[in-house]
């Protein structure tokens, strides 16, 4: 190992594998073969003008399998698609309740038939839209016989079926939706373990399809499979916000929003690696970030709203 790598270990690294917990069950399975995050440093940041508008208050990120890009410029209540290369290819939106229109967007997610998920906070809806960004349907957010069945919608996701799960946060619980976008059931309620909630926010699904819950009120992730039964929690610290997450093949990424942390669990459920506030390369420290991915050259994107700004990430593993 390099003598920087080496000071990167030290200072870095090891105060986060010593200062972890275990959690009751890993996030993923852990063979012990896979090197581990060292560091996180900031290649480009993007701000500013994005076709017809500075970006304002960026939220929720999505990536196609085509390596398209899609962000919830909620400030300016659009959807914007960028490049694999995250050049700004199109926008769609603009402010209103009408078809196709948005009002604080959030979350956002892909099907495997390319098909867009948009959590219009604003106005109580999900939209949907096709690989074109044609408007198709919406999944309504209120029920007018029982208006506190529903509260806002945030995070979304799909099953391999068609079912849609939608999370709750203001009700503590992921809503159901079947393949013809009705209202099936709940899952979850209101507390503190097992498969309980509390303010749910982004839901990302994981190589074998599980679903990774970020139960932020509990400050931890809490994982479900396929069918909607609780498998494992992995925990937080007990003043994080974990708003959301996003999974490799070896790894799993949390962005704590109250910490402007990011942090990084191994296939056991171990804390390997943290950063934040501050990121090195980057203008300034992180603000109220809102989510991150993982895109098709292996680097990691932040929405990082309170600066009105993505922050583009190159992720430095140990040597081997």
């Not at 945030?154 to 992921?174: C, H, K, L, M, P």
């Not at 099936?184 to 209101?190: A, H, I, V």
């Not at 056991?268 to 991150?292: H, I, M, Q, R, T």
């Not at 990430?313 to 140990?318: D, N």
Request: glycine share 10%; proline share 4%.
């Amino acid at each position: 190992m390099s003598i920087v790598r080496h000071i990167i270990w030290i200072l870095v690294v090891l105060p986060a594998l010593v200062s972890c917990t275990k959690p009751d069950k890993g996030v993923l399975q852990q063979d012990g073969s896979d090197p581990l995050p060292v560091a996180l440093l900031v290649e480009r940041e993007i701000t500013g003008p994005i076709l017809n508008s500075d970006l304002r208050r960026p939220f929720g990120l999505a990536r196609d399998a085509r390596g398209n890009i899609y962000l919830n410029d909620s400030g300016n209540d659009r959807l914007l698609r960028l490049k694999a290369d995250l050049t700004a290819d199109r926008e769609i939106g603009g402010y209103g309740a009408q078809t196709g229109l948005l009002n604080r967007p959030t979350f956002v997610a892909v099907d495997n038939s390319l098909n867009l998920m948009v959590s219009d906070e604003g106005n109580r809806r999900v939209s949907r839209y096709n690989s074109q960004l044609a408007f198709v349907d919406a999944l309504s957010f209120y029920d007018e016989d029982d208006p506190l069945k529903f509260g806002y919608p945030s995070g979304i996701a799909f099953t391999d079926y068609g079912e849609v799960w939608v999370a709750d946060r203001d009700n503590n619980q992921i809503a159901i939706f079947n393949n013809v976008g009705k209202f099936d059931r709940f899952l979850g309620d209101y507390g503190y373990s097992g498969g309980q909630l509390s303010s749910p926010e982004k839901i990302a699904r994981d190589e074998r399809g599980n679903f990774i819950v970020c139960d932020a009120g509990n400050a931890r992730v809490a994982v479900y499979d396929s069918y909607g039964n609780f498998a494992y929690e992995t925990g937080l610290d007990g003043d994080s916000y974990p708003i959301a997450a996003t999974a490799d093949k070896t790894l799993l990424w949390v962005l704590d929003r109250r910490n402007s942390k990011v942090l990084c669990f191994d296939r056991e459920g171990y804390l390997v690696f943290e950063v934040g506030p501050a990121l090195p390369g980057g203008e300034s420290s992180l603000k109220n970030p809102s989510d991150l991915i993982i895109l098709s050259s292996g680097m990691l994107l932040i929405s990082d709203t309170g600066n009105n700004r993505l922050v583009l990430c190159r992720i430095v593993y140990e040597d081997k």
